[in-house]
């Protein structure tokens, strides 16, 4: 399930109220069903990584089974979605790999604290503590058209097959690795789909991996939460416009308004001190 972040940030996310309740709801029948339930979080330069950090409590506390939490990059598809639906700028919205990595300073103690979908060296590379080559071809995206290469974001072809896929995509033209981007559009790329599988497959491996991994997999997982009455989950607010909440088509009106009784206001203010000429019988 996805969850962007607390009631406000997802309404706002996924221009949609009442999204993140009925998302609590399914989560809390899922658990009482008894189906495993994952979550998984974008994080944008919007994000507010103490609200992330405190939705995890909540989400811990509702026995959720795990996350995936991944930096949310201008890939080409979502850039062009922002500018032309939005009317907002990529820049002031995605993240760099610079903003990723300040983003993800305490990653590593929430892979202590939660049960992340993550290895812990993925969270190092998020940490910015190491470098990773990108390894897309691992965690392909296969749809109607086939196996789209290089990965789920960037679309440069569609083959038959997964083999097909393999041998005859160029893989060392993509990805970033000694801080230079093979290809520009992955320069600020930092997402699990091009970098969870490398450790796994021991691939940039340093000294100490294979122990993190099998603790990691076999070791006891972190606490459930037991007490999240500190958490402010539910502290969305209504504009009114259901389904337009955040979109500039819903706050323009807003602010259009709340801008004409502001005049409105003032233009009363300055005729009453117009008439009253400094009498005092005004002030009654
Ligand atoms: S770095 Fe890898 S996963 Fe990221 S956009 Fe480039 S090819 Fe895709």
Not at 41 to 62: A, R
Not at 148 to 166: I, V
Request: negative net charge; glycine residues 8%.
């Amino acid at each position: 399930m996805s969850m962007p972040s607390n009631a406000f940030m997802t309404y706002l996310i996924v221009e949609r109220e009442g999204v993140f309740t009925e998302c609590v709801k399914a989560i809390q029948m899922a658990k009482l069903l008894g189906y495993q339930v994952a979550t998984n979080t974008t994080v944008y330069k919007e994000t507010d990584m103490d609200e992330i950090e405190q939705m995890f409590d909540f989400l811990s506390h509702l026995g959720v089974d795990g996350h995936t939490i991944s930096p949310g990059y201008e890939y080409d598809a979502a850039k062009k979605d922002m500018v032309k639906r939005l009317n907002k700028k990529p820049e002031d919205f995605f993240l760099t790999r610079e903003l990723t990595r300040e983003k993800f300073t305490r990653i590593e103690e929430w892979g202590q604290k939660y049960t992340l979908f993550g290895s812990p060296i993925y969270l190092e590379f998020l940490a910015g503590k190491r470098d990773l080559h990108c390894t897309a071809w691992a965690i392909p995206t296969r749809n109607v058209a086939g196996w789209k290469a290089p990965c789920y974001l960037m679309t440069d072809g569609h083959y038959d097959t997964y083999d097909e896929m393999l041998e005859k995509v160029d893989w060392d033209q993509y990805g970033v690795f000694d801080g230079e981007a093979r290809d520009p559009r992955c320069e600020n790329c930092m997402t699990h789909c091009g970098y969870e599988p490398t450790p796994s497959l021991g691939i940039d491996k340093q000294p100490g991996d294979t122990w993190k991994l099998i603790r990691y997999n076999f070791g006891p997982k972190p606490v459930r939460v037991a007490d999240a009455s500190h958490v402010d989950a539910y502290n969305g607010v209504t504009n009114g416009k259901g389904h337009l909440t955040g979109t500039a088509e819903a706050v323009a009106p807003q602010a259009d308004e709340v801008a004409r009784k502001l005049e409105q206001r003032e233009f009363a203010a300055a005729s009453a001190a117009e008439n009253c000429g400094g009498n005092s019988s005004c002030d009654r």
